[in-house]
Structure formats: structure tokens, C-alpha cells
């Protein structure tokens, strides 16, 4: 179906891209990932929050 539509359409491939951007404090990304840690000498299998917030302070050494 999809192939059809897009003959009868004439839609081509074309490349796009599309800037974002955001104030201080109105986005950030986060990403779920699974880890293993030792607890009380037992590995065990964590759920962990990686967060990356979109507010880029400035370096200082």
C-alpha cells in the first residue's frame, strides 16, 4: 500500500533539517538503561535515569 501511495504521489526522498532549539530549562533529554551493580556482594540488575539538561553552562578550569 505505502509503495503505491507514494508512486501515485510523487513524494520523493528528499532531506530535511529541522533546528531546535530551547531556552534554559525548557528541554532536556533522558534515557532509560539497565545496569548491573554489586550490592552486598551480589550482582544485581538496576533500572538507572541517564538526564542530560540542555543548559550549557561555560567551562571553567
Known amino acids: ?5 507514494e508512486d501515485r504521489h510523487e513524494t520523493g526522498r528528499r532531506a530535511a533539517y529541522v533546528p531546535l532549539s530551547f531556552a534554559p530549562g525548557e528541554a532536556y533529554q533522558f534515557d532509560w538503561s539497565y545496569e548491573v551493580v554489586i550490592l552486598g556482594g551480589v550482582a544485581v540488575k538496576v533500572k ?10 561555560p567551562h571553567f578550569s
Do not use: H, T
Not at 500500500?1 to 501511495?5: A, C, D, I, K, N
Not at 538507572?48 to 553552562?57: A, G, I, P, R, Y
Open 1 to 5: 500500500y505505502g509503495r503505491r501511495w
Open 48 to 57: 538507572v535515569v541517564n538526564s542530560v539538561s540542555k543548559l550549557v553552562l
